[in-house]
């Protein structure tokens, strides 16, 4: 019979937080095996860090051993969940075994289904009545602790990092029709615009860089529009795409939408002072009279701040689809990219290497597609560098998987192109 853990993810969520990104395995279910400590021994020894849970009415209670089920004392915690409260105890060095012997201030039976726990334990760990308590138990699991990262994942990560950058190092253009794609970054102040600028930039470049300014509109120094080249440490000269990023889009103010039109249709220098009360105009020294396909916008990317892209208000939520009413209007392909991942509750670095499976990664998917329209595989999810020193291959993979997304899909806009244009 297939063995399923008992735990929700919520509560997994809750203990890999506090034993630092681990992956529970489970080698012993009482209610499968037996309710004996000798299968529980014989399923566990030797297996590493070990968790044991006994699940009550109202709790589930665990014990954490370090170095798992061994014939010498190891580092040994107790905690409890409650609903998601946890509490924990490290309680020093105990032998594993005699935490199923009489004696021990800790007492699992597993034949009668109890345990007992001192009142200095209950105490610890919040547990009501606060003396010693025998609490009986509906079933005990144990499971191996795994790190998430270990090695042999590492270098999956690793091979797959290189597999996306030899393929993005062979992108060009469709058809040669311009030198570079222009990819424009639209979205909420706040939403990781500039930040995913510096994250691509970052990728290519090999160590963490800073060029566009970050969380600066406020005060002025990020209204422009800027056009950025992306460089490779690899090979010389510009990558085939420019990331095009602007003033943030706000209800009443940000950017306006006859800016964005200009933009789109290539008018708009790089370095415009954006001015939102008033859109550029054919009189602006630097306005592009005649612009030809290079200049025009062949794909733009919607950025949200996945923590915030359900709180959006009424009326930005209304032009942003206004705006996604021209683009189609242009026919020109638009994605959403949704940032800040790494900072959603309960996210560890181990749920980054498959985001879009992940459960409050896939509600959040689902809040943009019913707001908005976009479909599942047209909405992108990355964690941007923000102030790290070093890359990270997990983070790596997001931008250039959602870099390639963007890319082939402002490529579909320039197969389309001589059509549209008719
Ligand atoms: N944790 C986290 N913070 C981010 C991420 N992207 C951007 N930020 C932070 O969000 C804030 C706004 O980012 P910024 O790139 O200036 O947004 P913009 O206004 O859309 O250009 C800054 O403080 C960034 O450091 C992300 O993926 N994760
Ligand atoms: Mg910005």
Redesign the pocket.
């Known amino acids: 019979m297939a063995m399923r853990t008992r735990l929700t993810w919520l509560q997994e969520k809750c203990l890999q937080r506090y034993f630092g990104e681990k992956r529970f395995c489970l080698l012993y279910k009482a209610s499968v095996q037996k309710f004996s400590e000798q299968d529980l021994f014989s399923n566990c020894q030797d297996q590493g860090p070990t968790m044991i849970l006994l699940y009550s009415k109202n709790c589930v209670i665990g014990v954490y051993l370090q170095y798992g089920f061994r014939k010498t004392y190891v580092s040994t915690t107790f905690f409890a969940l409650q609903n998601t409260e946890f509490s924990q105890y490290a309680r020093g060095r105990y032998l594993p075994a005699s935490l199923f012997c009489d004696g021990s201030d800790f007492l699992i039976l597993l034949s009668e289904r109890t345990v007992t726990i001192s009142s200095e334990i209950c105490q610890k760990l919040r547990l009501l009545p606060p003396q010693q308590s025998t609490m009986s138990i509906q079933e005990c699991e144990a499971f191996r602790c795994e790190e998430l990262l270990d090695e042999r994942k590492t270098s999956g990560i690793v091979l797959l990092r290189s597999n996306l950058l030899e393929d993005l190092s062979t992108y060009k253009p469709y058809g040669d029709l311009v030198h570079q794609t222009r990819i424009l ?1 639209l ?13 691509v930039r970052s990728v290519f470049r090999g160590r963490t860089m800073h060029q ?6 406020i005060n002025g120094t ?1 209204d422009k529009y800027r056009t950025y080249s992306i460089m490779s440490k690899n090979v010389s000269g510009s990558l085939p795409f420019l990331l095009c ?1 602007s003033l ?1 889009l706000s209800q009443g103010a940000g950017l306006h939408i006859d800016d964005i039109r200009c933009i789109l249709n290539g008018h708009t220098p790089d370095r415009y002072q954006f001015d939102p009360m008033k859109p550029i105009t054919s009189n602006h020294p630097n306005y592009i009279h005649d612009p030809s396909l290079k200049d025009k916008i062949h794909c733009v990317v919607f ?1 949200f ?2 923590n915030s892209v359900e709180q959006l208000s009424h009326g930005l939520v209304a032009k942003i689809k206004e705006i996604r009413k021209e683009l189609m209007k242009c026919g020109i392909l638009h994605l959403a990219l949704l ?5 959603l509750e309960l996210i560890t670095k181990g749920d980054l290497i498959d985001i879009y499976n992940c459960n409050p990664v896939k509600l959040k998917l689902e809040a943009v597609q019913r707001a908005f329209g976009f479909e599942f595989s047209d909405i992108l999810v ?6 790290e020193w070093e890359l990270d291959p997990v983070k790596d993979i997001l931008i250039l998987r959602a870099l390639k997304e963007i890319l082939y899909t402002a490529n579909e806009f320039l197969e389309d192109f001589p059509l549209n244009k008719k």
Do not use: Q, R, W
């Open positions: 970054l979205g909420p102040i706040g939403a990781g615009k500039s930040s995913f600028v510096n994250s566009a300014l970050v969380g600066c509109e990020s990023d943030g950025v701040d996945v940032t800040h991942v790494d900072s990355v964690s941007n560098y923000i102030s």
